[in-house]
């Protein structure tokens, strides 16, 4: 259970230091005593989230459920762990830029939204709701949501730039598969300031390892502002008993505290 959560606050992202500022401390005034179904459980009535991975009545993973990633660490730099990340000259200026004025541009510092990659690590929840068809994640930040359908369409021939792009998903035996184009050049790839091109095509891979993990692995392939694609893999947590919260982007404050 949740008990006090802190909203996420503001990352500020140097040459050499994150900070993470908590804005406010919410209590779980909305269903703070909620107990969901389905649940496996302990002895004493604990969530037992090393249970193993529920499947559908079709035999499909089950990945419903809301889920945190337990670390802003990836939210502050995809690349945390090292990966190495080759880039065009002009995507190396970009980023050196970017880090040199803390990331004053950034696109969530004036409220727009975060970018597929941004969201599968960012710290706020998000909700997965799942059909035969279709996948959807609701996300607790900025209350907006994406849609993977898994129905074997193919994407549009014509894409219009989209903040989150065009995904399509498939299984994989008990892998979700997901591949996304179309991202419009706005967004940014994490709050390091990591870019982009129009070329961009983003592998992603979803795998619930138990019933309250899952594994998240992603694949940057843009020739135009990488030498070669680069992969980072981190994990996600399952937040049973409890709800998404009301949180909405509004006068961010992210431009009163980085250095002018």
């Known amino acids: 259970?949740?008990?006090m959560r802190t909203r996420p606050g503001i990352v500020v992202v140097g040459c050499a230091a994150v900070?993470?500022?908590g804005l406010a401390s919410t209590p779980d005034a909305q269903w703070l005593t909620l107990r969901t179904p389905g649940i496996p459980r302990l002895s004493d009535g604990t969530p037992d989230l090393k249970a193993?991975?529920?499947?559908?009545?079709d035999g499909t993973p089950d990945f419903s459920g809301i889920w945190k990633t337990p670390t802003g660490r990836?939210?502050?730099n995809l690349a945390a762990d090292g990966v190495e990340v080759s880039m065009q000259p002009w995507a190396g200026k970009v980023y050196r830029e970017r880090q040199e004025n803390f990331g004053r541009d950034r696109p969530s510092a004036a409220c727009l939204p975060h970018s597929v990659t941004d969201f599968d690590a960012h710290i706020t929840p998000r909700k997965i709701v799942q059909t035969k068809d279709l996948l959807v994640m609701l996300f607790e930040g900025y209350h907006t949501f994406r849609q993977i359908p898994t129905d074997g369409r193919a994407f549009p021939r014509?894409?219009?730039p989209a903040w989150f792009g065009y995904s399509v998903g498939k299984w994989e035996r008990d892998t979700l598969v997901v591949e996304t184009v179309g991202v419009n050049?706005?967004?940014w790839l994490d709050d390091a300031g990591h870019p982009h091109s129009d070329a961009?095509?983003?592998?992603?891979r979803f795998r619930r390892t138990d019933f309250g993990h899952m594994t998240v692995q992603i694949t940057i392939d843009d020739p135009k502002a990488y030498l070669k694609p680069w992969t980072v893999s981190f994990g996600w947590e399952l937040?049973?008993?409890?709800?998404?919260?009301d949180w909405v982007c509004e006068n961010n404050r992210y431009f009163d505290i980085i250095p002018k």
């Open 239 to 245: 937040m049973p008993d409890t709800e998404l919260l």
């Open 158 to 160: 014509e894409l219009e």
């Open 52 to 57: 193993p991975a529920p499947k559908t009545s």
């Open 19 to 21: 900070a993470w500022l």
């Open 185 to 187: 050049e706005k967004t």
């Open 200 to 204: 961009l095509r983003i592998h992603e």
């Open 1 to 3: 259970m949740r008990g």
């Open 74 to 76: 990836y939210l502050a």
